[in-house]
Every structure is written in structure tokens, then in C-alpha cells.
């Protein structure tokens, strides 16, 4: 399975951006596939999601009302749209797919990840 995240780049505080994540050789309505975030400096952490069971997403507590996770199962990806953007949501993000014997209702844990793509970096401009 490579995953491949894509989007991104430089945007004013405020503005918006999508990032798309394709995958080869997994078929990603399977799987929950969840979207982290590096800070510089920082650890990754998680900051949305969406199961492969039943499409439920879920997001950390600074994205929410501002990101919105989506999949477009005909073209095989996943989108996070990132909308009212601030500084503190500059990183690289990463696309990343879940185990499947990972059941738990929460999809925001790192270590449930087994493949990750390359990462695409999110600049917001203050």
C-alpha cells in the first residue's frame, strides 16, 4: 500500500485549503484513514479521521467547526478540507492508514497506523 498526500502549501490566516491523500493498492472506503499533523518542533498528533466501517469521522478539538474529512470512494481518496486556517495550524500533514484489526471507536491514535504517506506541508501566514 503507498499512500500520497498532496495540497496544501502557503495561506493566509484565515483562508483555506484542501489536502487530497490517493492510495495504490488498498481500496480506502476499507479503512479508516486519518490525517496528522507535525509542528515544527512538535509531535505528530492527530487531527481528523474517518472509519472505514461507517464513514463516522472525528476530529481533535482545535478542528473542529474549521475541518472537514471526506472520501470520495470513486476516486479512492480522502480530503480534509481546512478552512478558517491560523498560524498555530502550520505543519507537515500526513495521510495514514489503520489497521484493520482496529476496532476502537477512536481513530485519532498514531500508533493504530500502519502506512503513511510522505507528508504535505500547510504554511498559514499570520
Known amino acids: 500500500v503507498q499512500l500520497q498526500a498532496s495540497g496544501g502549501g502557503l495561506v493566509q490566516a484565515g483562508g483555506s485549503t484542501r489536502l487530497s491523500c490517493a492510495a495504490s493498492?488498498?481500496?480506502?472506503?476499507?479503512?479508516?484513514i486519518g490525517w496528522f499533523r507535525q509542528a515544527p518542533g512538535k509531535e505528530r498528533k492527530g487531527v481528523s479521521c474517518?472509519?472505514?466501517?461507517?464513514?463516522?469521522?472525528q476530529h481533535v478539538d482545535s478542528a473542529k467547526g474549521r475541518f472537514a474529512i471526506a472520501r470520495d470512494n470513486a476516486k479512492n481518496a480522502v480530503y480534509l478540507q481546512l478552512n478558517a486556517l491560523e498560524p498555530e495550524d502550520t505543519g507537515v500533514y500526513y495521510c495514514?492508514?489503520?489497521?484493520?484489526?482496529?476496532?476502537?471507536?477512536?481513530?485519532?491514535?498514531?500508533?493504530?497506523?500502519?502506512?503513511w504517506g510522505q507528508g504535505t506541508q500547510v504554511t498559514v501566514s499570520s
Open positions: 495514514a492508514i489503520r489497521n484493520l484489526h482496529i476496532l476502537s471507536a477512536s481513530c485519532l491514535a498514531e500508533y493504530d497506523y500502519y502506512r
Open positions: 493498492e488498498a481500496r480506502l472506503r476499507d479503512h479508516s
Open positions: 474517518i472509519r472505514g466501517s461507517d464513514g463516522r469521522f
